[in-house]
């Protein structure tokens, strides 16, 4: 019997190792860059500031333009006298279905409290109980409530502004002691030493003047937190920005990535029609942690009997259950009826006002709903200090794998993820960075997608590797990607973009297709459930061809 790792690698794409890119103008020094301005790497910036290295964060936005300001439901953490660190474990390890690493799992459970407490510290307001505590809400696979909010659905907004705020007031300070900011930069390749070691990074940047165009940063380390890869797929949660940049240019650095087959599809996204494309609005799953309820088209609710949690069933046991019986009935969405929610106006504004925004009204009528890729639970594959397979190189956030997600994630944890590696990250270079290395000539193929095929990468995706898969769709998906050219002569950001979703999808695919069983958030459609034998981790790596090992 054939290997099904052995079909993949036989069946590998070739694909670009280094973006095609102008010579760098410019050059900048630090000690570390970080890139990403999320929870993560702000975090990050900030604990590797107090080693006393020089730190340098590029952000591809406005530095407070960081996915974490979309996250409206919260952070897990066990901070009620009634809950505890080992329950928390518990309720990971159940929704990871068997591929969570225990030993990181532990470390986030534990570490978490704290961590929550040093950001209030730092200035973060967290909505409180009417005895001055903090009002804690349960969402879906959390057997406690221990859910931290802010604003009532504007948690990732709130963490966003006091995380920056901390970043900024360092770069007030004297001298240059703070941290350096260059925003509107597109990362494009890691730039490597002699024994392969990360000696920097080249960078395109818009409107900084005498930092304009292609230039590159000469580091001892690079961390990457630069969020995930939502745009892969034609419907999603995530940001216009989202398009897996830090996890292609890992991959072309010979970095080892883990897990990518398991995406998380959220059940609840408003449906804004079968043409609506890009980033749809989500409806936070803290709705159904204060009653809201999943039913179709004649009234009947979803979940009843599916899952012991009815509503609150893990995300992919929603997902699927929405699936099925969106094909068992022929039809495009679902609803959520929050109608019965007592003070929804006052624990959701910004969800109810971005629902009247676009034409609906919660407290009166059934919500249209259906999934739409929310957050990958794989990414660049770390240690427990964050650190990479690439010397020099750490990873944190939605980019890395750190194992705590496994094969889903467990509601608001990713927030928590954030906060905990990207000071493990501080910590492990107070140790000592190593001495700055001297960058090589970058003799790796170049190549760069035509734009245009953005859109072609997205349908393929959805068409045959969202939330149902099956061998043939996936084989599709592949052959159509392997397809499109990557010999388009004019860079830009859009080509770029483009060329790391290529990337990623292609590393997805390859996963999708490895793995023939139903686990967690990966769903094929002729596996009925998980294999024993297939309870562990799938690592790509991308040299001469897309390997699965």
Same mark, same amino acid.
């Given at each position: 019997?054939?290997?099904?790792?052995?079909?993949?690698?036989?069946?590998?794409?070739?694909?670009?190792?280094?973006?095609?890119?102008?010579?760098?103008? /410019?050059?900048?020094?630090?000690?570390?860059?970080?890139?990403?301005?999320?929870?993560?790497?702000?975090?990050?910036?900030?604990?590797?500031?107090?080693?006393?290295?020089?730190?340098?964060?590029?952000?591809?936005?406005?530095?407070?333009?960081?996915?974490?300001? /979309?996250?409206?439901?919260?952070?897990?953490?066990?901070?009620?006298?009634?809950?505890?660190?080992?329950?928390?474990?518990?309720?990971?390890?159940?929704?990871?279905?068997?591929?969570?690493?225990?030993?990181?799992?532990?470390?986030?459970?534990?570490?978490?409290?704290?961590?929550?407490?040093?950001?209030?510290?730092?200035?973060?307001?967290?909505?409180?109980?009417?005895?001055?505590?903090?009002?804690?809400?349960?969402?879906?696979?959390?057997?406690?409530?221990?859910?931290?909010?802010?604003? @009532?659905?504007?948690?990732?907004?709130? +963490?966003?502004?006091?995380?920056?705020?901390?970043?900024?007031?360092?770069?007030?300070?004297?001298?240059?002691?703070?941290?350096?900011?260059?925003?509107?930069?597109?990362?494009?390749?890691?730039?490597?030493?002699?024994?392969?070691?990360?000696?920097?990074?080249?960078?395109?940047?818009?409107?900084?003047?005498?930092?304009?165009?292609?230039?590159?940063?000469?580091?001892?380390?690079?961390?990457?937190?630069?969020? %995930?890869?939502?745009?892969?797929?034609?419907?999603?949660?995530?940001?216009?920005?989202?398009?897996?940049? %830090?996890?292609?240019?890992?991959?072309?650095?010979?970095?080892? !990535?883990?897990?990518?087959?398991?995406?998380?599809?959220?059940?609840?996204?408003?449906?804004?029609?079968?043409?609506?494309?890009?980033?749809?609005?989500?409806?936070?799953?803290?709705?159904?942690?204060?009653?809201?309820?999943?039913?179709?088209?004649?009234?009947?609710? !979803?979940?009843?009997?599916?899952?012991?949690? @009815?509503?609150?069933?893990?995300?992919?046991?929603?997902?699927?259950?929405?699936?099925?019986?969106?094909?068992?009935?022929? !039809?495009?969405?679902?609803?959520?009826?929050?109608?019965?929610?007592?003070?929804?106006?006052?624990?959701?504004?910004?969800?109810?006002?971005?629902?009247?925004?676009? @034409?609906?009204?919660?407290?009166?009528?059934?919500?249209?709903?259906?999934?739409?890729?929310?957050?990958?639970?794989?990414?660049?594959?770390?240690?427990?200090?964050?650190?990479?397979?690439?010397?020099?190189?750490?990873?944190? @956030?939605?980019?890395?794998?750190?194992? +705590?997600?496994?094969?889903?994630?467990?509601?608001?944890?990713?927030?928590?993820?954030?906060?905990?590696?990207?000071?493990?990250?501080?910590?492990?270079?107070?140790?000592?960075?190593?001495?700055?290395?001297?960058?090589?000539?970058?003799?790796?193929?170049?190549?760069?997608?035509?734009?245009?095929?953005?859109?072609?990468?997205?349908?393929?995706?959805?068409?045959?590797?969202?939330?149902?898969?099956?061998?043939?769709?996936?084989?599709?998906?592949?052959?159509?990607?392997?397809?499109?050219?990557?010999?388009?002569?004019?860079?830009?950001?859009?080509? /770029?973009?483009?060329?790391?979703?290529?990337?990623?999808?292609?590393?997805?695919?390859?996963?999708?297709?490895?793995?023939?069983?139903?686990?967690?958030?990966? /769903?094929?459609?002729?596996?009925?459930?998980?294999?024993?034998?297939?309870?562990?981790?799938?690592?790509?790596?991308?040299?001469?061809?897309?390997?699965?090992?």
């Amino acid at each position: 019997m054939t290997s099904p790792l052995a079909t993949v690698t036989a069946q590998a794409v070739r694909l670009p190792r280094r973006l095609r890119a102008d010579a760098p103008g /410019w050059v900048r020094r630090a000690d570390v860059v970080v890139v990403g301005s999320g929870v993560a790497g702000l975090t990050a910036a900030l604990h590797a500031r107090v080693t006393g290295a020089r730190v340098l964060l590029v952000t591809k936005a406005l530095v407070d333009e960081g996915s974490t300001r /979309w996250a409206q439901g919260g952070i897990a953490a066990a901070l009620d006298p009634l809950d505890s660190p080992e329950e928390h474990l518990r309720d990971t390890l159940v929704a990871g279905a068997g591929l969570c690493d225990e030993d990181a799992v532990r470390v986030l459970v534990t570490e978490g409290p704290q961590r929550v407490r040093e950001l209030a510290a730092l200035g973060a307001t967290f909505d409180l109980d009417p005895s001055g505590g903090l009002a804690l809400t349960r969402e879906g696979g959390h057997l406690r409530d221990r859910i931290v909010h802010a604003g @009532g659905d504007a948690t990732g907004a709130e +963490v966003e502004r006091a995380l920056v705020a901390a970043v900024v007031g360092q770069r007030r300070l004297a001298g240059n002691a703070g941290i350096e900011v260059i925003e509107h930069a597109s990362v494009l390749d890691l730039l490597l030493g002699p024994e392969g070691q990360v000696a920097g990074l080249t960078l395109h940047v818009l409107g900084e003047g005498t930092r304009d165009g292609v230039g590159a940063v000469h580091a001892r380390a690079v961390v990457l937190a630069s969020g %995930g890869f939502g745009q892969v797929f034609s419907s999603t949660t995530n940001p216009a920005v989202a398009t897996g940049d %830090g996890l292609a240019l890992a991959l072309r650095a010979g970095a080892e !990535v883990a897990d990518l087959e398991f995406v998380q599809f959220h059940p609840t996204v408003l449906f804004l029609g079968a043409g609506s494309t890009g980033q749809q609005p989500l409806l936070s799953e803290a709705l159904r942690g204060e009653g809201a309820r999943i039913v179709d088209g004649a009234g009947a609710f !979803v979940l009843d009997g599916v899952h012991p949690l @009815g509503d609150l069933a893990p995300r992919d046991v929603v997902a699927k259950a929405m699936m099925r019986r969106m094909l068992a009935t022929g !039809v495009d969405h679902l609803y959520l009826d929050a109608r019965h929610i007592p003070g929804v106006e006052t624990r959701f504004p910004t969800i109810v006002g971005r629902c009247r925004e676009l @034409g609906f009204e919660p407290l009166r009528e059934l919500l249209p709903i259906a999934p739409a890729a929310h957050f990958a639970s794989g990414g660049i594959r770390t240690g427990l200090d964050g650190a990479a397979s690439v010397p020099g190189l750490y990873a944190c @956030g939605e980019v890395a794998c750190t194992g +705590v997600h496994g094969a889903n994630r467990l509601a608001s944890n990713s927030l928590l993820e954030g906060l905990v590696f990207a000071s493990r990250i501080g910590d492990d270079i107070a140790g000592g960075l190593a001495p700055q290395a001297v960058p090589q000539l970058d003799e790796r193929a170049a190549g760069l997608l035509d734009p245009a095929a953005r859109r072609v990468i997205a349908a393929a995706m959805t068409r045959g590797a969202g939330v149902l898969r099956s061998g043939a769709s996936l084989r599709s998906t592949a052959a159509e990607l392997a397809g499109i050219p990557t010999d388009h002569a004019a860079a830009s950001n859009d080509a /770029w973009e483009t060329t790391n979703l290529h990337t990623v999808a292609s590393a997805l695919v390859a996963g999708a297709l490895a793995r023939t069983e139903t686990r967690g958030s990966h /769903w094929r459609e002729e596996h009925d459930g998980p294999d024993s034998s297939w309870q562990r981790h799938l690592t790509t790596r991308l040299g001469d061809a897309l390997e699965v090992l």
